[in-house]
């Protein structure tokens, strides 16, 4: 079987909710699904009437010439991969449950909002509220893998409770917010307001400026980090750096009872 491949027939003029792409393997034949109404503008239409759709293969579909007219791709997906070629709107992967995210493009805001499980690859930049909470719930990313090539907007990932996040650009102002637990890798430069109000977590990073209100700890040995990085190594298949990278750790802040933890490495 082959891998079921969309391909726009033409510049989309109106927003799309693509949610209907994640409800792919509940239809008994692709003849089915294609037969499904979807909305686009103030009418109903057939997703066949938009989409040039081959293959037969459920478990694993690629979008071609995206566009960020797209809303929604990804959203609640389970046990599925998908694959995307260009720039989406909003929500990527917002509450996805399991599977796989893959994206060459951009993408708009709330990306990964509210996941709850499976693994985002985003080679491009993302708008605000990554990881952020949506409406329905107080916490964002309950579990799952983020990497983000490029770099991320304000307001992201807000109340994390669970999970990995790597970014290999730079991160926006407030972000972290009250983090109650998760591991996230800051390549780049992390703006103003970082981890107000957070419980717990691991944060690795090469700004010092945000550990001015931790406490430096005692040289050891770190064996978690041994173990860490090279399990996102193997994910990734690249190294974001090597253990003797990191210099320092800092734990517990000064002024608020929380158990984060910080570890600096040399950029």
């Keep these: 079987m082959t891998h079921i491949t969309f391909k726009l027939k033409k510049k989309l003029r109106y927003r799309l909710d693509m949610t209907f792409v994640s409800d ?5 034949s692709i003849k089915k699904f294609l037969s499904k109404k979807i909305y686009y503008g103030n009418k109903e239409v057939n997703i066949s009437s938009l989409f040039n759709v081959t293959g037969t293969d459920t478990s694993k579909i690629v979008i071609k010439s995206s566009m960020n007219y797209m809303d929604n791709i990804g959203v609640g997906l389970r046990n599925i991969e998908i694959i995307v070629y260009g720039d989406v709107g ?16 951009n993408c708009l805001n709330y990306a990964a909002s509210g996941m709850k499980g499976g ?5 491009g930049n993302t708008g605000k509220y990554l990881g952020g909470k949506p409406n329905s719930s107080n916490e964002g990313i309950l579990d799952g893998f983020i990497y983000i090539k490029g770099n991320v907007g304000q307001n992201s990932i807000q109340r994390m409770r669970r999970g990995n996040v790597i970014i290999n650009g730079n991160l926006g102002d407030y972000a972290c917010e009250e983090m109650i637990s998760g591991s996230i890798i800051v390549m780049g430069r992390v703006g103003n307001s970082f981890a107000e109000g957070i419980k717990r977590g691991t944060i690795i990073t090469k700004e010092k400026k945000i550990t001015k209100d931790y406490r430096l700890a005692s040289k050891a040995e770190y064996n978690f980090i041994d173990f860490f990085v090279n399990k996102i190594s193997k994910i990734l298949k690249l190294n974001l750096f090597s253990r003797k990278t990191i210099i320092s750790r800092y734990h517990g802040h000064k002024k608020n009872d929380n158990l984060s933890e910080i570890f600096l490495f040399k950029s």
């Design 119 to 123: 693994m985002i690859f985003i080679h």
């Design 24 to 28: 792919i393997s509940n239809y008994k």
């Design 90 to 105: 909003y929500s990527f992967g917002s509450k996805m449950q399991s599977g796989k995210l893959v994206l060459y493009g």
